[in-house]
């Protein structure tokens, strides 16, 4: 187990004018559990709690209550061990706009304890392995988001940490980078390196981590394998467009063959195992009742719909 | 830690050379102080000599780039609390302290050789100083550059706001010279002035300057000034190591 976690905890208080006080309960009660070579997601919308949860398991921000275990030492009573063990990309990258990339990572190399030779060795590996060899000594504002962000996760290597935590690592990248990134993370596992990354992207989650957790308002409301996850709604989801959604969901509720029935304005998503067969009998059942449809569609659950099934919102709204 | 200290210098230091120009401009202020505003003070020194002027007002053109400069290192430091490079030292085996401690360092390194810069340029314009009271003055310099830049840091890291910083900087240091003789000294002005200047650190770094400009090594404010930012620094140094603790909120 990299990553062991007991009812963290961590509650802000922020000013508000004057003597007033407000308590923000950034996270409320998460248990995480993270086996060895795993990369293992936090899904969850912003404002989440996921920022804050990384935080603390990197020993940056400090629990308010609850306890970590990070690569078999304590959070808050070992944090200088668990430091030596662990590879931290923050959102924001870190990298030092002012100077040449490579200046971040000898720097970096230099502070976890390696001689001027080994630092340039490593510098050297980690730029040739993340293809940055020949923008090394460019200044770090002339890069692109792209590969500011690779030279972030080159510098969080820098140690060759057991485990490695990447907050929102492809947020603000374009559809080509986020590919890339995907195939740097998959070839960490293969490394042998335990990864622990942050998302809002559902297709993130689903495409890149072995097993995750959801985490809504500093809370899990769920935990599992993708595939686990999106069993535990149903294996198909039928989106149907029409007039009258109460009378359609009412009629499609009573359908054995339907899991469960939800009702948007305009929109009725029904859940079922067998999408292929079920639609005909749906279509039929609706005809029959003389609703009209203006659309239909037939997609495999995604991790959407068991973030809908628990907090009983779309992932895209909950922002 | 000593090492971790070397190597934030070594990183500040390399990163300067790749530009090293910005310290020039620094030291202009001073500089045109010295050509343009001290010939003008030769009525209010008796005698009126060149020498004389320069001896007074060298020390407190000095004082101007330990404060003014130092005041404005933490300003880098502001967009470090936001583009992570904090959050990422401070989870790194980094001792933490040599995060600043490194900076500051570097920052007493530029001050020291502006302010040689600037005895150079007033040497050449007549003055004359022993080598003893130079290395004091610029010890003196040091100490006082070191304290307005850990206090820099620590505003920095406390306010994290480029705004509001650089309004804080200009509401204090603008008194604090005025109040400190830092052009003229305040034995020339009212007695409530001389009273007041009595609370303000740096007017024994401007007086202690002066006296050691003087050649005058038994002068009382010497020690005290020495003592005074000695004390000052060692406590804007600790508030502003427990500031960059205080980010992770």
Redesign the interface.
């Known amino acids: 187990m990299i990553i062991e976690a007991h009812d963290l905890r961590k509650t802000?208080h922020a000013k508000r004018g004057r003597g007033k006080k407000e308590e923000v309960e950034a996270v409320r009660g998460i248990d995480l559990q993270v086996e060895r070579g795993e990369v293992f997601a936090v899904l969850g919308p912003n404002g989440a709690g996921k920022t804050t949860t990384v935080?603390m398991l990197?020993?940056?921000?400090?629990p308010t209550s609850g306890s970590a275990r990070v690569a078999g030492f304590d959070v808050a009573r070992e944090a200088?061990k668990v430091?030596?063990n662990?590879g931290?990309?923050?959102?924001?990258?870190?990298?030092?706009?002012?100077?040449p990339g490579i200046?971040?990572l000898l720097?970096?190399a230099?502070?976890?304890?390696m001689s001027r030779r080994q630092a340039q060795a490593r510098a050297d590996e980690l730029l040739a392995a993340f293809s940055l060899t020949e923008i090394a000594n460019r200044p770090a504002k002339t890069l692109s988001g792209g590969q500011k962000r690779r030279f972030?996760i080159a510098?969080?290597l820098v140690?060759a940490p057991p485990l490695i935590f990447l907050d929102e690592p492809t947020t603000g990248l374009d559809p080509q980078n986020r590919a890339n990134l995907w195939d740097e993370v998959r070839k960490l596992r293969e490394q042998g390196t335990s990864v622990l990354l942050t998302t809002h992207y559902l297709d993130e989650a689903d495409a890149l981590c072995d097993r995750l957790v959801i985490v809504d308002h500093g809370k899990i409301v769920a935990r599992g394998t993708p595939e686990e996850l999106k069993k535990e709604v149903a294996g198909d989801v039928v989106t149907l467009r029409l007039e009258d959604t109460d009378a359609a969901r009412e009629l499609l509720a009573a359908q054995p063959y339907v899991k469960e029935v939800r009702a948007e304005p305009g929109t009725v998503r029904a859940y079922l195992d067998d999408g292929e067969h079920g639609l005909m009998h749906m279509l039929r059942t609706l005809e029959e009742n003389g609703l009209g449809i203006r659309s239909v569609s037939l997609e495999r659950a995604t991790l959407d719909d068991v973030f809908l099934k628990h907090t009983g919102r779309s992932l895209r709204d909950a922002a | 830690m000593f090492r971790h200290t070397m190597l934030f210098l070594g990183y500040e230091l390399r990163k300067l050379f790749a530009n090293p120009v910005w310290p020039l401009f620094g030291i202009m202020q001073p500089v045109l102080y010295l050509v343009f505003f001290a010939p003008l003070l030769r009525s209010t020194v008796p005698g009126g000599k060149m020498t004389d002027v320069l001896a007074m007002f060298t020390p407190g053109s000095m004082m101007m780039i330990a404060l003014f400069g130092s005041m404005f290192a933490g300003f880098g430091m502001i967009n470090e609390t936001r583009n992570g490079m904090l959050e990422r030292l401070a989870v790194s085996q980094a001792w933490r302290p040599a995060i600043i401690l490194g900076r500051l360092v570097k920052d007493v390194i530029v001050l020291v050789l502006q302010a040689i810069l600037v005895i150079g340029i007033a040497a050449l314009m007549g003055l004359r100083i022993g080598l003893t009271e130079m290395v004091l003055v610029l010890l003196l310099m040091a100490a006082t550059g070191l304290f307005a830049a850990s206090l820099s840091y620590g505003l920095a890291l406390t306010l994290r706001d480029e705004n509001g910083m650089s309004q804080l900087v200009q509401f204090f240091a603008m008194p604090l010279t005025l109040i400190a003789g830092l052009f003229l000294p305040v034995s020339l002005g009212p007695q409530w002035l001389q009273t007041l200047a009595k609370f303000n650190p740096l007017y024994y770094a401007v007086e202690a300057g002066r006296s050691l400009f003087r050649g005058d090594l038994s002068a009382g404010t010497i020690p005290v000034a020495f003592a005074l930012f000695a004390a000052l620094t060692a406590l804007t140094l600790v508030w502003s190591v427990r500031s960059l603790r205080n980010l992770a909120g």
């Open positions: 802000f935080r990197a020993t940056f921000t400090v200088a430091r030596e662990i931290y990309v923050s959102q924001a990258g870190g990298v030092d706009d002012t100077a200046e971040s720097l970096a230099r502070i976890s304890g972030a510098v969080g140690n």
